[in-house]
């Protein structure tokens, strides 16, 4: 069996300070690993994915993800935070037919 | 782009109606999904769909059902809604994956369900 913990349910940060939004997941193989953003309103949208290529994976938004295999981690992490950047985060793993949603982290921005 | 839409962004039934969630997808994805949406709970995969006709169970399948008559379409059916069913209803599609992995869903907006 699999999953996914998000460590942080709300993180609030200051506009143009980092951010960092904390995953750690439990799986039996070498599973793929997504970061998906929320916009109030709106679908999920992917923002990277992991699939044992590179550890260190860069997405859309300026938005990049390690993969930490000895810390079953994939924290997701921007240098310098945007009021757009506002939204819920989910982290998701992933193996054969099972895919598994973390609870999600809502990223607050203060101007 | 891949455009998923949902027919209803908001809906209201009353107990005990029969609700139908419709789906469609453009990108001729074989990968069909329904997830519901919860605080706290993230995403819970209700039925998924890898080809026409074909349906597996999700995590909580009870409640619920659904069709799949042809590719671009995946209904999903409230036989008789209940207030435990109140939610919003996420579609997604997707290409099938390579083994042991997924490709990447994509999401419509979302069905926001109230029963009273």
């Known amino acids: 069996a699999q999953s996914v913990t998000q460590l942080d349910s709300h993180v609030s940060v200051s506009e143009g300070t980092p951010v960092l939004l904390r995953c750690n997941y439990s799986s039996s193989y070498s599973p793929s690993l997504f970061w998906y953003v929320q916009h109030p309103n709106k679908g999920l949208q992917l923002l990277l994915k992991?699939?044992?290529?590179?550890?260190l994976v860069k997405g859309i938004n300026g938005f990049e993800a390690e993969f930490k295999k000895s810390e079953t981690s994939f924290h997701l992490t921007k240098p310098s935070a945007h009021m757009s950047d506002a939204a819920e985060y989910f982290c998701v793993v992933s193996l054969v037919f099972d895919m598994r949603f973390g609870a999600g982290t809502r990223l607050t921005v203060k101007p | 782009d891949v455009k998923v839409t949902q027919s209803s962004r908001y809906l209201v039934k009353r107990t005990g109606e029969k609700v139908f969630l419709e789906c469609v997808q453009d990108m001729d994805h074989e990968n069909m999904f329904w997830y519901r949406q919860d605080p706290g709970l993230g995403l819970r995969l209700i039925y998924f769909?890898?080809?026409?006709?074909?349906?597996e169970k999700g995590d909580i399948p009870e409640g619920y059902s659904v069709s799949r008559e042809k590719k671009e379409r995946f209904s999903l059916i409230l036989e008789s809604a209940s207030t435990n069913q109140t939610s919003m209803y996420l579609c997604?599609?997707?290409?099938?994956?390579?083994?042991?992995?997924?490709?990447?869903?994509?999401f419509g907006p979302g069905t926001r369900l109230t029963v009273l």
């Open positions: 997604a599609s997707s290409l099938p994956g390579g083994f042991r992995t997924y490709n990447e869903q994509f």
């Open positions: 769909s890898y080809d026409v006709k074909m349906k």
């Open positions: 992991y699939t044992s290529a590179a550890t």
